[in-house]
């Protein structure tokens, strides 16, 4: 049973450019959660999906940030035009049944804007 | 404001001794807490839980002690091992939210 599976490891973007990344829950999995870590600190909430719904992005910037979680295929997490301070590590969890229930994180991908 | 964090940012304890990672938190409608180690280049990785209805809870070599009284939370580590090196976060839920607040994390070096 493989686990979170997130790609790519590692991403690199000149200013401006997009920035896909990309999230494959565990097998039957429908929660999916994604969140920002900068350098030194914890992890940072950013938004909760289920498939087709976003239940929870308090988290989000309110630009150029977006998610999604298709009825087929991976989460995304999309950052238009990104800038600097774009970069950190984030990580997707998923989890069966809400954030009580099997809360499994990903590797991370981590994104360098140069 | 509401915040999960840590007394200490880094712990430095000798191979086979015990070792504790203490956090706070300030919101008493929390309800659920996760400890997760995380090593260099690496996802979080869950190491133990608690629901507030417990003030304590064993697993293999670690335990995770809840005060609720003073809203405190710690992780023991008995016996700590070279490969338990690694940064310590505790994560609080509140309620129904489906997101976890983390703490900034402690460091732990064992010395060999």
């Known amino acids: 049973n493989a686990g979170v599976m997130q790609n790519p490891r590692h991403l690199v973007r000149r200013r401006g450019q997009e920035a896909r990344l990309r999230c494959s829950p565990m097998?039957?999995?429908?929660?999916v959660y994604w969140y920002r870590q900068l350098p030194e600190e914890g992890l940072k909430f950013m938004v909760y999906?289920?498939?087709?719904?976003?239940?929870?992005e308090s988290g989000m910037p309110k630009e150029r940030f977006s998610a999604e979680f298709p009825k087929e295929g991976p989460s995304i997490l999309r950052i238009q035009q990104v800038v600097r301070g774009d970069s950190a590590a984030y990580f997707c969890?998923?989890?069966?049944?809400?954030?009580?229930?099997?809360?499994?994180f990903g590797s991370g991908t981590r994104l360098t804007v140069v | 404001g509401e915040s999960v964090g840590l007394h200490l940012p880094t712990l430095s304890v000798q191979e086979g001794d015990n070792s504790i990672i203490n956090c706070a938190y300030s919101?008493?409608?929390?309800?659920?807490f996760i400890w997760y180690k995380q090593e260099s280049g690496k996802g979080p990785q869950f190491i133990i839980d608690?629901?507030?209805?417990?003030d304590k809870r064993q697993g293999q070599r670690v335990t995770v002690l809840l005060n609720k009284t003073v809203k405190h939370l710690s992780l023991q580590i008995a016996a700590t091992q070279p490969g338990d090196s690694a940064v310590y976060f505790c994560?609080?839920?509140?309620?129904?939210?489906?997101?976890?607040?983390f703490g900034k994390g402690t460091k732990l070096s064992v010395k060999p």
């Open positions: 097998k039957g999995h429908s929660h």
């Open positions: 919101n008493s409608a929390s309800d659920y």
């Open positions: 608690i629901r507030s209805n417990m």
């Open positions: 969890a998923s989890s069966p049944a809400g954030v009580n229930y099997g809360y499994t």
């Open positions: 999906l289920q498939k087709e719904n976003i239940i929870d």
């Open positions: 994560a609080e839920n509140r309620g129904s939210q489906g997101n976890l607040i």
